[in-house]
């Protein structure tokens, strides 16, 4: 029998049963516990809900790597074509980790109502573009099939200009658009209104055939011709956290190679593109670590107060245990056991608090959130098993480490100490 464990369960169940300091010695400890997984677990899952949520908001816009003209890329203000064959495609889908590839293109307009107009850009989109991020994010309507052979005059914009030009699903809209010195009509229907509370790409961007748009640039777009010229190619790739490496596979395979009109191509991740936004959530990490570091001090402190607490009510005890022969390393053993015990007990009641929590926040969004300020609606909440588990274990390993030094103080306690003050 392990005689350290079987008397630290028995002075574990005496303070929950007896009426002495212990009883809340052992509560405040494992209160202390309690709450600082709950608030790390809660952390850790609202740091990486939105993260990620915000990550995939703008990949939905501009995907994990561009491949476009590099006159394009290295000027905001000028937009060459590059000729987007299918063998052009089919190179770049061949590129280990790359999942699709899908063509677009760019051009900048005006839409025009009867009271008022409003300057934004239309992304072009065919067949073989991915549109799972916009049609999940529609609120009104249905994501019309666009087409990059014809134009279907269907448009999807934003509920940011569905606002400002007071349009609705079905509304009719003429878009005019600069080129060669020309103004270039179009009448559009809205087909579809979404939101995705992005402001600097609500405000900016409306979807509509690839066709119109690369022929409004004055550009070819025709299989059959040869030529399918287009702003570019945006790929995806099957593991974000692998975007650097397919970038460079990308960069050995594309960079600086010519198509077939001479264009040369380039390449750029969605984190050159817009460094700002992954700047801003890569500093969302040092407020994680932040929060994890005071909560387990926390835990410690409320830890190593309640066992000292525990181990003065028990000096007689731990006197009389020496006195019948019993060594320091028992009299420590027996009182790590205990700590492990409440530490134990606090993690569980932690996990209850705080899985719960994010489980209601994930299925009721009860703590809602300004959209213009944080760019979601309600708190988003990604519950990461591995990471929950990896809490734990760092919570126990570092409370049982922390507990070793008041351990110690059971183990100079002496005997006849005790005895007189009997």
Known sequence: MNLPFYIARHLYAAGDNSHKVSKPAIRIAMLGIALGVAVMIISVSVVLGFKHTIRDKVVGFGSHIVVANYMTLQTADQTQPINATDSV???LKGIKG?????RYSHKQGVLKTDKDFLGVIFKGIGEDFDTTFVASSIVQG???SLSQSKNTRKMVVSKAIAQKLHLKVGSKVYAYF?????????????????????TKYDDAYCFVDLYTVSRLNGWTCDKAEGKVEVTGCELLVNDFDSIDVVEDRIIDHVNKTLDDEGHTL?????????????????LLDLNVWIILALMVCVAGVTMIS??????????SM???????????TLIRKTFRWLALFIVLKGIVIGNIIGIGLCL???????VKLDAETYYVAEAPIELSWTVILLLNVATLIISIVALVLPSFFASMVKPAQTMRVE
């Open 306 to 315: 309640g066992l000292l607490i525990i181990i003065l009510e028990r000096t």
């Open 89 to 91: 495609v089919e190179v």
């Open 98 to 102: 790359v999942r699709h590839v899908g």
């Open 266 to 282: 380039s390449s750029l991740t969605i984190k050159e593109m817009s460094p700002q936004i992954f700047s801003w959530l890569d």
């Open 360 to 366: 209601l926040q994930q299925h009721t969004g009860i």
């Open 178 to 198: 600069l080129g060669d010195g020309d103004v270039k009509t179009r009448l559009f229907e809205v087909a579809a209104i979404y939101q995705t509370n992005l």
């Open 142 to 144: 249905a994501m019309p």
């Open 318 to 328: 731990i006197g009389l245990m020496k006195a019948m022969g019993a060594r320091n």
